[in-house]
C-alpha cells in the first residue's frame, strides 16, 4: 500500500475514534431522528425561556423539601407497609416524607405549542435500596398527563412487573385523553393534589443499579413515544424534565409555563435565588418576606434627585406586597436640596417610566398606563390568581429627554394570600 494510502487511513480512523469518543447526550451534532428530537427541544427550550444559567441543576441535586407543619415523616418501612395506600396520604405528609414532584415535556414544543410540563406529572421517592437482584424500589403516585403521545417510565418494554408502565395504560384509557390537566382548580382549592377526572395511581417501580450507590430520582427513565433515549435534566442544558416540591400545581392545558410561572424564566437563567420558584406562599414567615423594592425607590436623573412611589388600592401603608388583578399606581417627584418634593407629570412623552424585567424577559413591557386626567400612571399587574412574581427588575424614569434608572425587585402576591396575610 502506498504512503499516502496509509496517511489517508490513518487520518480517517483517528477522527472516527474522535467523533466516537465525543459525542454524548447532549446532542450537539446531532445524526439519528431521536437525537435531532432532543436537539429541537433544546433550541425550542432556549427561544422560550433563554439560555439556562451554567449551575442550574433543574431541582434533582440541590432542591430541599419544605416542610412548614412540621409534620412527623413517614419512614421508608412505614410507607413500604402502606403500599399502594400513599395515595390517600396528604400533599403535607407527603412534603414531610421526602416525596417530591416529577413533570416532564414529551419533546413535541414548538414556539406555537404549550411547552407546559405536564405531559407525566409524578411523585417519587426511593423507599428501598438494590434488592438482591440489584433493584432499588421508588414508590410513584402519578397525578397526570397532558400527552396525546405516549409516554413510558421505567422501560417502553418491561419485562417483569414494576419494571415500567405507559401512563394513558395506567389510567385505563386511550392516547386521546389527557387526564387531570384541563380543568382549572376553584378558588380556595389546592392545585397541587386536585382530583378533576381520575384518582392518582399507585406504582411500585424497580430500577436497576447501574453501579454500587442506589440511584437518585434524576435516574428514573421517562420516554416520550417512539425515541429510545430518555428525557434528560442536565446541569446547565435545557430540561426535558424538572423536580419539584409535592405542592406544586402543575400547568393546565392552552398554557404556558412562562404565563403561568413567570417567575421560571429567572430561575432557567439562574435570576431567580429561590429553588420554589412555584410557591405562591413561599415567603410565609412574615419576618422574612423579601423587601428589596418596599413602596419607593430613588434614583438620580441628570442631576436631580427623584423618587418614584407605588400604592395599591386596599393595600396597607407601608406594606411590601402588591396584589395580582389590581393595578399599582405611580408617582414620581423631583427631591430638592431642602428635601421638598415636588410631582411631576408622567404624561408618558416627556416625562415617562418604564418597569422591565433583566435577563431580558418582558413581564412588564407596555404595561404602564398613563391618565389624561392626573399626573400619576399605573402599572397593570398579572391577572391570574396562582401567579407571584418575586422578579429583578429595571425602573427607568425618563424626565425631558434624561434617563435615570435603578434595580430592584418586584413581589406580586396572589390576592387570595394576602386577603389572608394581611
Known amino acids: 500500500m502506498k504512503r499516502r494510502q496509509v496517511l489517508l487511513l490513518v487520518v480517517l480512523a483517528l477522527t472516527t475514534a ?9 446532542y450537539s451534532n446531532p445524526v439519528s431522528p431521536e437525537e435531532k428530537a432532543h436537539d429541537a427541544f433544546k433550541q425550542a427550550f432556549i427561544s422560550e425561556f433563554g439560555e439556562p444559567d451554567s449551575n442550574q441543576d433543574w431541582g434533582f441535586e440541590t432542591s430541599t423539601t419544605r416542610n412548614t407543619e412540621r409534620r ?19 400533599i403535607e405528609d407527603l412534603m414531610a416524607s421526602g416525596f417530591k414532584r416529577i413533570i416532564a415535556e414529551d419533546l413535541t414544543v414548538s414556539q406555537n405549542s404549550d411547552f407546559d410540563y405536564n405531559d407525566i406529572v409524578f411523585d417519587a421517592k426511593l423507599v428501598q435500596e438494590a434488592d438482591d437482584e440489584g433493584y432499588s424500589t421508588f414508590y410513584l403516585i402519578v397525578r397526570a398527563t ?25 389510567f385505563g384509557v386511550t392516547q386521546k385523553d389527557f387526564i387531570n390537566t384541563v380543568s382549572k382548580p376553584k378558588e380556595g382549592e389546592n392545585a397541587a393534589d386536585w382530583r378533576k377526572d381520575h384518582n392518582p395511581v399507585f406504582y411500585a ?3 436497576k443499579n447501574t453501579s ?113 388583578e389590581k393595578p399599582i399606581t405611580i408617582r414620581a417627584f423631583e427631591i430638592d436640596n431642602n428635601n421638598t418634593r415636588t410631582q411631576i407629570d408622567l404624561d408618558g412623552q416627556t416625562n415617562k417610566i418604564s418597569v422591565l424585567c433583566s435577563g431580558n424577559h418582558s413581564h412588564f413591557a407596555n404595561s404602564i398606563n398613563y391618565s389624561n386626567t392626573s399626573m400619576d400612571a399605573t402599572l397593570v399587574t398579572p391577572n391570574a390568581e396562582k401567579t407571584i412574581i418575586h422578579a429583578p427588575v429595571e425602573i427607568t424614569l425618563t424626565v425631558g429627554g434624561s434617563k435615570g434608572s435603578v434595580k430592584s425587585t418586584i413581589n406580586i402576591w396572589p390576592t387570595s394570600y394576602l386577603s389572608s396575610h394581611i
Open 205 to 207: 417501580l424497580k430500577v
Open 18 to 26: 474522535f467523533v466516537s469518543c465525543s459525542k454524548d447526550t447532549s
Open 212 to 324: 454500587n450507590t442506589a440511584p437518585s430520582l434524576i435516574d428514573i427513565p421517562i420516554y416520550a413515544e417512539d425515541n429510545p433515549l430518555a428525557l434528560t435534566a442536565k446541569k446547565g442544558q435545557p430540561a426535558e424534565k424538572l423536580c419539584v416540591d409535592v405542592d406544586y400545581s402543575w400547568v393546565v392545558e392552552k398554557e404556558k409555563m412562562r404565563n403561568w410561572y413567570p417567575t421560571f424564566m429567572h430561575y432557567v437563567v439562574g435570576e431567580e435565588p429561590e429553588q420554589s420558584w412555584w410557591h405562591t406562599t413561599y415567603w410565609s414567615d412574615e419576618e422574612a418576606q423579601p423587601d428589596e423594592w418596599g413602596t419607593a425607590v430613588y434614583m438620580n436623573v441628570g442631576s436631580k434627585r427623584y423618587v418614584i412611589t407605588f400604592e395599591q388600592q386596599g393595600m396597607k401603608d407601608g406594606v411590601l406586597k402588591f396584589a395580582t
Open 146 to 170: 397532558g400527552a396525546h403521545k405516549k409516554i413510558f417510565v421505567g422501560s417502553t418494554e418491561p419485562e417483569a412487573e414494576g419494571e415500567g408502565f405507559e401512563v394513558h395504560e395506567l
Open 72 to 90: 412527623a415523616a413517614q419512614s421508608n418501612e412505614q410507607l413500604l407497609a402502606l403500599g399502594e395506600d400513599i395515595v390517600n396520604l396528604s
